[in-house]
């Protein structure tokens, strides 16, 4: 499938990005299929005012590198402008409910993006908000990563289905975004995590049944090996996401034998590649030689968290193109 002429099935027709379980196989393949016409363009030089005159509110409680830039350059970039707000910078800090803030920024913005930790707060301020909500992150999901990823194994595979994608580590939101969108894309997906520190069940529970309708298969193991085995593409991410930092140390005994290595690695096929959210502890979830390495296209998935969010933000705040 070429989705840079893909044809959409039904108009797209979300009014908010919480998250990818809500979205059906169509409506993310017109999310990429932008992304990729949106960066195409970009690098021709050929300008996209697509939200001339329009602001995103950044609502942030976690802080981040690539959230912010990602967002802030890609409003600037079609046309609109993007207004940071900390949690100590608006009245969310200070204890105004989360109803009263999604009903006072609707009258002023055209969109809002959240990064923060409860899936639960993004829920209430889209349930209020009369403009686009957009999940930057939570603790339970990152759609916008998800997104970024699976636009990046498009541009590295030239397709989607039936590819395996192996995942290391902690079953983090990360994770639980990467079994939603590899399942109901058609992405074979294989998770090696340690005991106790497996994805979400409901997320688990969700993906098999996206699985069994679009053709992939979902397999959760102990053995890192095994996930790997003849894998195209191979991911990580930290052990100890924002907020587990205290748990560090003791996270390690467990989650030393998923490290992605040389070893290990040499287990997916000869032409997979790497692929990391961002920041990494280089000799921790993954070695230098690795994340470093020819296969490594973890700075293409950064820089794709530009494009595909800037699709997001046509889709649900320009009415598409």
């Known amino acids: 499938m070429d989705l840079f002429d893909y044809k959409p099935e039904k108009p797209f027709s979300q009014k908010h990005l919480v998250w990818l379980k809500d979205y059906t196989q169509d409506e993310i393949l017109q999310i990429i299929s932008l992304g990729l016409k949106l960066k195409k363009e970009f690098k021709e ?46 009245q969310l ?5 989360i109803a009263d803030t999604a009903r006072v920024l609707s009258r002023m913005v055209d969109g809002i993006m959240i990064r923060t930790f409860k899936q639960s707060d993004v829920d209430e301020l889209a349930e209020y908000a ?44 990360v994770a639980n975004s990467l079994l ?28 098999k049944a996206f699985a069994a309708r679009s053709g992939s298969s979902v397999i959760l193991t102990h053995e890192p090996e095994a996930a790997v085995q003849g894998a195209d593409a191979v991911y990580t991410d930290v052990w100890a996401s924002m907020g587990e930092e205290s748990e560090t140390e003791v996270r390690k005994r467990f989650f030393i034998p998923y490290q992605v290595n040389g070893a290990l690695f040499s287990l997916a096929k000869p032409d997979a590649i790497f692929l ?9 979830e993954v070695t230098a030689d690795v994340v470093d390495g020819p296969a490594s296209a973890v700075i293409d998935e950064a820089e794709n968290r530009l494009h595909v969010q800037k699709a997001v933000l046509c889709l649900l705040m320009g009415g598409g193109r």
């Open 93 to 97: 800090g200070r204890g105004e409910t």
């Open 45 to 90: 030089g050929k300008p996209n005012r697509t939200l001339e005159g329009k602001t995103l509110a950044m609502v942030f409680s976690k802080s981040s590198t690539r959230t912010r830039v990602s967002f802030e350059v890609g409003m600037y970039q079609l046309g609109g402008m993007a207004l940071f707000l900390s949690a100590s910078d608006i």
């Open 130 to 173: 009369a403009v686009p909500v957009i999940n930057g992150l939570t603790d339970l999901v990152h759609p916008c990563q998800a997104l970024a990823d699976i636009m990046t194994l498009y541009e590295q595979k030239g397709g989607l289905q039936g590819l395996k994608l192996a995942y290391m580590g902690d079953g983090n939101n």
């Open 180 to 207: 939603t969108i590899c399942s109901k894309l058609g992405v074979n997906i294989s998770m090696a995590c340690p005991k106790g520190y497996e994805p979400d069940d409901g997320m688990i529970d969700r993906a």
């Open 276 to 284: 990391h959210c961002l920041p990494c502890h280089r000799d921790e």
